[in-house]
């Protein structure tokens, strides 16, 4: 029987292929110096796409096993056996064991379908571009003269920057730091990676939300910490599990996405807020709170107070940026903590990266400051709430019968739970051949049967058209 590469199997066919060949070269099949098959004969053979073929050649000339000479195709190397041939790393083998984890393949897969089709996009975090401030960008290059060094910058971030952000989150936000407690980062991503890397060893316990976007990141993983989850309800979490997480597992640190939390929408009640703190002061562990979206409230009430503000006893190391506000291509975030700590991220950031590059900090500090950014701020929460309304009246149209969701007062996700047990993987492969993605919402936690509608994304009159498609796509599994 002829032998063919096992598809159902764990192992990626093209190395199930190199295998193959290198036990014919092993058995005497195919001698030193001989021809291998045409890469379209073998894919023909072995019905599978040129590109698997071809990665198999290069698994086996990395391997020294097969040389290439143009227009004579691929030969089994004349020194196959022997060490006097120079030879290429084993890249796979290099990749595969890196102790930084990749993101997981269904993410890998969101994000290239995202930057390679026109899709109506429902799994981004990012903001349209109709929502971004272009003209404020250009109006601040057109008219302020930049004169600030062109050299490295200080490890915490620009002064200037440092002092506007104190200000910002003073009078947005109640928020009392000087410039000295902030550390200006690449986006609130950076924040999390060195919080992570700085304060916390191998083996180390920690909870986050349960569902949550930490949920779907590998940096947990990569530094080898214990992660315990926190089920996130109407309210919120439920601090009182803190504690007993604690009396288990000894957790060192607590992540928070308290308010329009992602994915669910949801805010952590001023009770359960107040709580966490004092929870958290008694046991002498860290809150780290993530806020990418409290100035995003479509009520006309104050913002929600952040734990940052709130906290009379120093446990919360508070992470923002102006991704979810101005533009995530701008990689401006910040951390606020105690001196001490912030030291020790600058120090680690520097090692990274040698401070934050002047240009984007001249340009988020002229915007933080300037009188544009609160008409800014007004016409980004006026726009979101069109877009969540216009999303929900088609959800209620179209797919009333097949999910349910809790309408979030701010923020950019909408949480939605499937009527009946579908695959969420399935319906997004079926979306996709719709010209539609959204993001599974195993993908964020435990629960299966949800998925992640963002709405900060897909432009207004493109989301009625989306959710139509979602719904062809959903009739036939």
């Not at 050649?57 to 990395?62: F, K, P, W």
């Not at 709580?275 to 860290?286: D, F, K, N």
């Not at 409230?297 to 929600?304: A, R």
């Not at 996700?413 to 539609?436: D, P, Q, T």
Request: glycine share 6%; proline share 5%; net charge neutral.
């Amino acid at each position: 029987m002829e032998w063919k590469p096992d598809k159902q199997s764990d192992i990626p066919i093209y190395k199930q292929i190199a295998d193959y060949i290198q036990k014919r070269i092993a058995y005497g099949e195919y001698p030193p110096g001989s021809s291998l098959p045409s890469e379209r004969s073998l894919a023909k053979s072995f019905d599978v796409n040129r590109g698997t073929i071809i990665a198999a050649y290069d698994e086996l000339y990395s391997n020294g096993m097969v040389e290439r000479i143009k227009g004579s195709g691929t030969k089994v190397s004349t020194d196959v056996w022997g060490l006097t041939r120079t030879r290429i790393p084993n890249w796979d083998l290099y990749v595969e064991r890196g102790s930084f984890l990749p993101n997981l393949p269904i993410y890998q897969h969101i994000h290239e379908e995202i930057h390679e089709r026109n899709l109506i996009n429902f799994a981004s975090g990012e903001l349209a571009h109709d929502l971004m401030p272009y003209e404020n960008f250009r109006e601040i290059l057109r008219e302020h003269e930049f004169r600030q060094s062109l050299g490295y910058e200080h490890p915490q971030g620009n002064l200037d920057l440092r002092h506007t952000i104190a200000k910002h989150l003073k009078q947005h936000k109640n928020i009392e730091c000087t410039s000295q407690s902030i550390l200006v980062t690449s986006g609130a991503q950076q924040a999390l990676h060195l919080l992570i890397q700085c304060l916390l060893n191998p083996g180390d316990a920690v909870a986050y939300e349960d569902p949550s976007y930490a949920h779907s990141l590998p940096t947990f993983r990569s530094a080898g910490l214990k992660t315990y989850k926190l089920p996130v309800s109407e309210h919120g979490i439920n601090p009182e599990e803190i504690v007993h997480l604690h009396k288990r597992h000894k957790i060192k640190m607590v992540f928070l996405n308290p308010i329009f939390q992602n994915p669910t929408g949801t805010v952590l009640s001023v009770e359960r807020r107040k709580r966490v703190l004092e929870i958290t002061a008694e046991l002498g562990i860290p809150v780290i709170e993530d806020d990418p979206y409290s100035l995003i409230s479509f009520s006309e009430q104050t913002t929600p107070a952040t734990l940052k503000s709130m906290d009379k006893n120093g446990t919360v190391l508070y992470i923002s940026s102006l991704s979810k506000l101005a533009a995530s291509g701008l990689r401006i975030g910040w951390i606020v903590g105690p001196h001490n700590v912030i030291h020790r991220l600058a120090d680690a950031k520097q090692q990274i990266d040698f401070g934050h590059s002047i240009l984007p900090q001249w340009l988020a500090n002229e915007f933080l400051r300037s009188e544009s950014f609160e008409t800014h701020l007004q016409h980004v929460k006026h726009r979101l709430l069109e877009k969540r309304n216009v999303l929900i009246s088609a959800l209620q149209e179209e797919l009333s019968d097949h999910l349910t969701f809790q309408i979030p007062d701010g923020g950019i996700h909408l949480w939605c739970r499937l009527a009946s047990k579908i695959n969420e993987y399935r319906l997004l492969e079926e979306s996709l051949k719709n010209g539609v993605i959204f993001v599974p919402g195993s993908l964020l936690g435990s629960q299966t049967g949800h998925i992640r509608l963002t709405y900060g994304r897909a432009e207004t009159e493109s989301i009625p058209e989306g959710i139509a498609r979602l719904k062809q796509a959903l009739l036939k599994l």
